[in-house]
């Protein structure tokens, strides 16, 4: 009995000698998942964020069935990859003219009721876009006028709610907050065109175009239930052109935020290759045209998952340094993409990087812009910020197709990619103090 008794304490030991070491690991991975997995806290901490949020998750989703259908029905009417390209130059006009226009009262008056007011402008170019598909055949003016109008509405719309993002969450939630608008964007940019081809091709275009009103009914909903939010008291704020002036004159002397927009576009412009997707399918891959949407989602899965696992970012304090870092990233995964060859799988895996790399670099702009701008200079300056993030894309598709004409595509992708690993570190070596801005510091 004795020796049988002497002997339990160093079995019970034993035994959990082999289990602690279990527990610690699971405890760890559980603490690891934690600290990588999105943060949802915003969308708890404020009612009206977590409607606006889900407003936007219904919107952009539908927005993805008219872009799809407008692409496709111009190509239905006229035969003309020429047509179809111009729906681009039309967005981009739409968007600088809605931006100089809301430049002039965004930050005048109560940002809910401006709100409201880009839904039912959004409303109303849909509308001109479903009434026409029921009708039949529309004239191609009536599509480009549609599309001008969503354009500019968008230069309405998206900087509004960015400005009132800081009034409705506390400074230290807003890395969280635009890591959730990530999710929204290129979930939405993953799946959406997926299904909105199915629509369209078994359905028709009214079918797509209805979808995508009853998205913006939704969110025109959320903007109808939220608080006011009129000009803080005490700020007198200009209308009219004057307005704009004093926007962009905000920019006057203020590295971190002219270097927000500067390495952006240098991403932008030289790091998107997408013009080129259509010819490297066939002619660096030596794959059916059928399978090019594989490269177009590519950057959409990595940044969808970059977004997912941004639980991170609120503890990261040098946010210039991360921008510089993650363009870096992107650049190097485009230029990678370049020299893969024919290795189709390993291309999409480097453009899945960059597409995480940009997200990342996009969540910490964000901030940067809602820290450092004053609350009766937002509306404007995130007009500036949405006009820069949208319209660098449609030059980077110009500058991709005059390179790969004068050599090949394969050296307009590398020589993109390189050259915004250097961009970024010109930045860095210009602007010391993007480099060195810290969270919270002045822009």
């Known amino acids: 009995m004795v020796g049988h008794d002497s002997q339990r304490p160093d079995g019970d030991k034993k035994a959990g000698d082999e289990a602690f070491p279990s527990k610690v690991g699971a405890e760890r991975g559980r603490s690891l998942v934690r600290r990588i997995a999105l943060d949802v806290s915003p969308l708890h901490a404020s009612r009206d964020f977590r409607r606006l949020w889900l407003g936007l998750l219904a919107s952009t989703f539908g927005s993805q069935f008219t872009i799809v259908a407008t692409y496709v029905q111009v190509f239905h009417l006229t035969e003309s990859t020429a047509a179809v390209g111009f729906l681009g130059l039309v967005g981009f006009l739409g968007l600088v003219g809605g931006t100089l226009a809301g430049s002039t009262f965004l930050d005048a008056f109560d940002r809910r009721k401006i709100l409201i007011c880009a839904q039912l402008g959004y409303l109303a170019s849909s509308g001109l876009l479903f009434f026409g598909a029921l009708g039949g055949d529309p004239p191609l003016a009536l599509i480009y006028v549609a599309v001008a109008g969503i354009a500019a509405t968008s230069a309405v719309d998206s900087p509004t709610r960015s400005a009132m993002t800081p009034r409705l969450l506390g400074r230290e939630q807003l890395p969280a907050a635009a890591a959730l608008n990530q999710i929204v964007w290129n979930g939405a940019g993953l799946v959406g065109p997926a299904l909105a081809g199915v629509v369209v091709g078994t359905l028709g275009f009214p079918w797509a175009y ?67 997707f259509p010819i490297l399918i066939t002619s660096q891959f030596h794959e059916s045209a059928t399978v090019v949407g594989l490269l177009f989602a590519a950057p959409a899965v990595g940044a969808f998952i970059g977004a997912a696992t941004t639980g991170w970012v609120g503890r990261v304090r040098h946010q210039g340094l991360a921008v510089i870092w993650a363009v870096v990233v992107w650049g190097a995964g485009i230029a990678a993409f370049g020299v893969v060859g024919a290795h189709l799988w390993l291309g999409l895996f480097f453009l899945a990087v960059a597409g995480a790399a940009d997200v990342i670099s996009a969540i910490f702009r964000n901030t940067i812009l809602q820290v450092t701008v004053p609350e009766n200079l937002r509306g404007r300056l995130f007009g500036i910020h949405i006009l820069v993030v949208t319209g660098g894309p449609r030059l980077g598709d ?31 070596w210009r602007v010391p103090a993007f480099r060195r801005y810290h969270a919270g510091d002045p822009g």
Request: glycine fraction near 12%.
């Open 398 to 428: 110009l500058e991709a197709g005059l390179v790969a004409a004068a050599f090949s595509p394969m050296v307009s992708v590398v020589s993109g990619g390189l050259l915004c690993i250097a961009g970024a570190g010109l930045v860095a």
């Open 210 to 276: 209805g979808i995508d009103l009853i998205s913006v009914g939704l969110l025109l909903l959320a903007s109808i239930s939220i608080r006011p939010m009129p000009p803080a008291e005490g700020e007198r704020t200009a209308v009219g052109w004057r307005a704009v002036r004093e926007g962009f004159a905000f920019l006057k002397g203020r590295q971190v935020l002219q270097s927000t927009f500067v390495i952006d576009i240098i991403a932008m412009v030289f790091g998107m290759p997408r013009a080129l």
